[in-house]
């Protein structure tokens, strides 16, 4: 019985996970989902303002516009709160600062942020150092009109949906064993939810990207024809 209770001394799977140093949140889960979903919101709200103004092309659309309120959002993830993973990692387990709490918080859907697993600090560093950046830039890159807009927001969905892929896959060929399987708010919301926007969203993302840079190279075929002859 005493070794059973040792082992249960944090919210996190598998249950023999062995966290020496963990401390548990003094933050509810309320509090925590309510600041990143408001942060968020905060950020669509801006971008969606800035965005409505006349930038260098024109008006912008509606779906444009929802494109780059996305990428301001992934600005924010990426950059502040996947960079924070990122940098305190190896603290986090027994850390109380806010965003150290959003990751404990989180990781009672995947404990690999608790235990440091190779594959996710990893990829969460590329994110953090890449994406984070990068989404920034392509949100500049539409207001300014820049001619390589659509190759960035292609090169930074496909990053997105590469890490999001593999985010999944490697924990299915682990059994699902991170989090407590078919827990309505841990498995299908944190882990499950939170996660396939970085599927869904990238994946229209790339499409509208093909779409425009074949256009546009569809384009360009046919003005280097009439100019041949």
């Known amino acids: 019985m005493p070794k ?8 996190f799977w598998p249950r023999d996970l062995s966290i020496p140093n963990y401390i548990p949140n003094d933050r509810s889960m309320i509090e925590i989902v309510t600041f990143l979903f408001s942060v968020s919101g905060l950020f669509v709200l801006v971008a969606w303002a800035l965005t409505g103004q006349k930038v260098a092309g024109g008006r912008l659309s509606s779906w444009r516009r929802l494109a780059l309120c996305w990428f301001t959002v992934c600005g924010f993830i990426h950059g502040v709160i996947e960079g924070w993973f990122a940098l305190y990692y190896p603290i986090i387990p027994g850390d ?34 890449l994406w984070g950046p990068f989404s920034l830039w392509i949100v500049m890159a539409f207001l300014f009109n820049r001619p390589y807009r659509f ?8 990053g997105q949906l590469y890490g999001a892929v593999l985010y999944f896959y490697t924990e299915h060929r682990d059994g699902y064993i991170h989090s407590e399987y078919g827990h ?23 499409l509208d990207s093909w779409s425009q840079l074949s256009n546009t190279q569809a384009l360009s075929d046919k003005t280097q024809k009439h100019k041949s002859k």
């Open 184 to 206: 309505p708010i841990y498995f299908w919301f944190y882990f499950v939810f939170m996660n396939v926007l970085w599927i869904v969203i990238p994946f229209i993302l790339i």
């Open 96 to 129: 109380q600062s806010f965003l150290s709490q959003l990751w404990k918080e989180y990781s009672k859907g995947d404990s690999r942020y608790v235990i440091a697993d190779n594959f996710t600090v990893c990829m969460e560093t590329v994110t953090a150092c």
């Open 151 to 158: 190759i960035l927001q292609l090169i930074v969905s496909l």
């Open 4 to 11: 059973a209770a040792a082992v249960a001394n944090h919210p």
